[in-house]
């Protein structure tokens, strides 16, 4: 079994998989909401959309945007049943129990935490950037 920062790195060498980021929207939300309502809706739709062992819409089930953990869930491959399979061999067909979930969701928010330190950071160099200029 992969840790988080092995997934990560993993996942970080995929052409698609890379291609997924926060947009200033997202950073936005996430500012308004917290990151703790942002963990329970992970966690919520994790429940409702990848555990059942046949998901409605199974492979569509996921919007590429529209809310940072749907951008986090296709990052990670968490955004259907075949990605799981495929990245994590999580069997297809069978409910995914209660450490499968937590487990999911513990990737989903490190991605996302990820992109907000990146994000805060690069904020923070601008600044800093734009005070040089001032003197």
């Given at each position: 079994?992969?840790?988080?920062?092995?997934?990560?790195?993993?996942?970080?060498?995929?052409?698609?998989?890379?291609k997924?980021?926060?947009?200033?929207?997202d950073?936005?939300?996430?500012?308004?909401?917290?990151?703790?309502?942002?963990?329970?809706?992970?966690?919520?739709?994790?429940?409702?959309?990848?555990?059942?062992?046949?998901?409605?819409?199974?492979?569509?089930?996921?919007?590429?945007?529209?809310?940072?953990?749907?951008?986090?869930?296709?990052?990670?491959?968490?955004?259907?049943?075949?990605?799981?399979?495929?990245?994590?061999?999580?069997k297809?067909?069978?409910?995914?129990?209660?450490?499968?979930?937590?487990?999911?969701?513990?990737?989903?928010?490190?991605?996302?935490?990820?992109?907000?330190?990146?994000?805060?950071?690069?904020?923070?160099?601008?600044?800093?950037?734009?005070?040089?200029?001032?003197?």
């Amino acid at each position: 079994m992969q840790t988080i920062e092995q997934a990560l790195e993993k996942l970080s060498k995929s052409n698609f998989r890379s291609k997924f980021y926060l947009k200033e929207a997202d950073f936005s939300y996430i500012e308004r909401v917290g990151m703790e309502k942002i963990a329970q809706h992970a966690k919520e739709f994790v429940k409702e959309r990848l555990a059942p062992a046949n998901p409605k819409n199974d492979g569509k089930q996921t919007p590429m945007k529209g809310h940072p953990i749907f951008v986090a869930q296709h990052a990670t491959a968490c955004c259907c049943r075949g990605c799981l399979n495929k990245w994590y061999g999580v069997k297809m067909g069978v409910p995914l129990s209660e450490v499968q979930q937590q487990k999911i969701v513990n990737l989903l928010m490190a991605w996302t935490e990820k992109q907000v330190k990146q994000h805060m950071h690069n904020v923070f160099v601008k600044e800093q950037a734009n005070e040089n200029m001032k003197l």
